[in-house]
């Protein structure tokens, strides 16, 4: 199985600031023939589901502010979400669709 | 607009099982692969298995820790999906969400239903 791992854990950061999640993969998840990553970025809030917030490692999903945005490709990859929002205070999880699908174990986001 | 509403969820004993449903709207439903993630109170998401479509035989896939316990299934007259869940135990006590793939990965996802396993 493909391991996804994420660093931080946890990250406090001043509103307005940047924040920057890290996720490294067991496997290239870069896939030639169609020149895609096979990488996908959600959000959770307490008490909802998970929302898709990037996928091919950084196209934003529909509606997704532009502050938030993706990048890296094979194992390593990195959310970025610039100029955090109270709104923004949530766990977050890097996945991986390239052979199955597993997620991060996730990175909780609060606000300084 | 698209949903995805699950059910089913309940305080079953250990051993039992359960049978959770997924219900779509708003969207071809026959045209889009279904899967089940969970999630226990406080831990990350974990994949449990999808079924594909019509022209792909309706194939299941499975995350190893529920090949041969778990099985999903679909009816697209109805537009459900379906998780049966055998010989539940303790540690399967999780919000049970139905979501699905259709270009590329999840991109709508249901609010979950509560499985609870506890004598």
């Known amino acids: 199985d493909i391991v996804m791992t994420q660093s931080p854990d946890s990250l406090t950061v001043s509103l307005g600031e940047r924040a920057t999640i890290n996720c490294e993969s067991s496997h290239n998840l870069f896939y030639s023939s169609n020149n895609n990553d096979y990488l996908a970025w959600f959000q959770q809030k307490p008490g909802q589901p998970p929302k898709l917030l990037i996928y091919?490692?950084?196209t934003r999903g529909y509606g997704v502010p532009d502050r938030f945005s993706g990048s890296g490709s094979g194992t390593h990859f990195t959310l970025t979400i610039s100029d955090l929002q109270a709104e923004d205070v949530a766990v977050y999880y890097c996945?991986?669709?390239?052979?199955?699908?597993?997620f991060g174990q996730g990175t909780k986001v609060e606000i300084k | 607009e698209v949903q995805l509403v699950e059910s089913g969820g309940s305080l079953v004993q250990p051993g039992q099982s359960l049978v959770l449903s997924c219900a779509g709207s708003?969207?071809?439903?026959?045209?889009?692969?279904l899967h089940w993630v969970r999630q226990a109170s406080g831990k990350g998401l974990e994949w449990i298995g999808r079924v594909r479509i019509r022209p792909n035989n309706y194939a299941t896939e499975y995350g190893a820790s529920f090949a041969g316990r778990f099985i999903i299934s679909r009816d697209d007259s109805r537009n459900m999906a379906y998780l049966q869940m055998n010989n539940v135990q303790p540690d399967d006590t999780a919000v049970y969400y139905c979501t699905r793939t259709l270009l590329h990965t999840f991109d709508y996802w249901g609010r979950g239903t509560l499985v609870t396993v506890s004598s």
């Open positions: 996945q991986q669709y390239y052979t199955g699908w597993t």
């Open positions: 091919w490692a950084s």
């Open positions: 708003g969207f071809i439903f026959s045209d889009s692969a």
